[in-house]
């Protein structure tokens, strides 16, 4: 059961969502076309984790709590692998085995370095597939008292002001039941980690880049 949260020593540069919605995908061919678009330097956001090319993370994860290869929407481009000419590749969106759109993009992580303007102290996104095939992003910068621990009492609150945020996304293979706590909103089966959610951090320690947040063991 985890129950602390690391840090990666990559950090997050661009976000791709391939498919609009947290759906009950089982086929990896209905997340579209994405890995052929773009290349092999995108990722499956449950490799974070696991499996092919995973990040380095500071402290062991946890894998009860991570998605699963090839069933969620969203995939992401890790800061040690430099994509340029395909940055403006379109790729397909689906849901499950409809396609949306060929028109997706790969999308910039939010971070001081990418233009997003310095956080207050600290800064929480949590990345999900929205409606539209675009990925949403929920934020929240607050003032911290220890901006070099992840786990200190204020950051962990502010993490978990902002999954009340996020929407229900009962019937779908998405957070469901979020209820403000540690134990179902970051730890449960239900919560942001295990149902494909993308989290990452910023504070003055980070130098102005998002660093990839997990569920640690």
Wanted: aromatic content about 8%; overall charge negative; some cysteine.
């Amino acid at each position: 059961m985890a129950s602390r949260l690391s840090l990666s020593t990559e950090t997050a540069e661009h976000i791709g969502a391939v498919n609009s919605w947290f759906t009950g995908i089982t086929n990896a061919s209905n997340l579209g076309n994405i890995d052929s678009t773009v290349g092999p330097s995108i990722r499956d956001v449950a490799e974070l984790y696991t499996g092919g090319n995973p990040l380095s993370w500071a402290g062991a994860i946890d894998t009860a709590v991570v998605p699963t290869v090839d069933q969620v929407g969203i995939y992401t481009v890790a800061s040690d692998q430099v994509i340029t000419a395909n940055l403006n590749a379109s790729y397909e969106c689906r849901r499950n085995s409809s396609l949306i759109t060929s028109e997706g993009k790969i999308q910039l992580a939010i971070s001081e370095n990418n233009g997003y303007g310095p956080a207050t102290d600290a800064r929480w996104c949590i990345y999900a597939p929205s409606e539209d095939f675009n990925i949403q992003v929920f934020v929240q910068e607050y003032t911290t008292s220890d901006p070099g621990d992840v786990m200190a009492g204020n950051n962990i609150d502010n993490l978990l002001a902002l999954t009340k945020r996020l929407p229900a996304f009962t019937g779908q293979v998405g957070p469901t039941n979020l209820n403000g706590t540690t134990a179902v909103d970051l730890y449960g089966q239900t919560g942001i980690f295990k149902m494909g959610c993308l989290v990452t951090w910023e504070s003055g320690t980070t130098g102005g880049e998002a660093v990839y947040v997990g569920p640690e063991i």
